[in-house]
Nanobody, 125 residues
Framework: QVQLVESGGGLVQPGDSLRLSCAAS????????IGWFRQAPGKEREGVSYITSSEGTTYYADSLKGRFTISRDNAKNTVYLQMNSLKPEDTAVYYC??????????????????WGQGTQVTVSS
């Protein structure tokens, strides 16, 4: 059974950091490119970051460059999203998704094959 499980979310204060994990089971993660999305209440799902399967090339939403870093550890079948200098506007449910192809841009939600269930990130003082 193909499954993606996100973890690492929580309640933090502005300026804090969090590292989200996306663990895959039922398939080999290094065959897939992986993206992170987020969705705040009342808003559309927003692409955050993307890492390609083979080269490990990374892409970010322009507004998040410099604060967020995506990485992958194929040996652990896990992709990470390091989030620094968090702001209240980063509050959202964060999802990871697997793309069986390779894109050289930040893909839209419809271009992914598998999704995790999401992890809540809340940034509040």
């Amino acid at each position: 059974q193909v499954q993606l499980v996100e973890s690492g979310g929580g309640l933090v204060q502005p300026g804090d950091s969090l590292r989200l994990s996306c663990a895959a089971s039922g398939f080999t993660l290094d065959d897939y490119s992986i993206g992170w999305f987020r969705q705040a209440p009342g808003k559309e799902r927003e692409g955050v970051s993307y890492i390609t399967s083979s080269e490990g090339t990374t892409y970010y939403a322009d507004s998040l460059k410099g604060r967020f870093t995506i990485s992958r550890d194929n040996a652990k079948n896990t992709v990470y999203l390091q989030m620094n200098s968090l702001k209240p506007e980063d509050t959202a449910v964060y999802y990871c998704a697997a793309d069986s192809g390779t894109h050289y841009y930040l893909p839209t939600p419809g271009e992914y094959a598998y999704w995790g269930q999401g992890t809540q990130v809340t940034v509040s003082s």
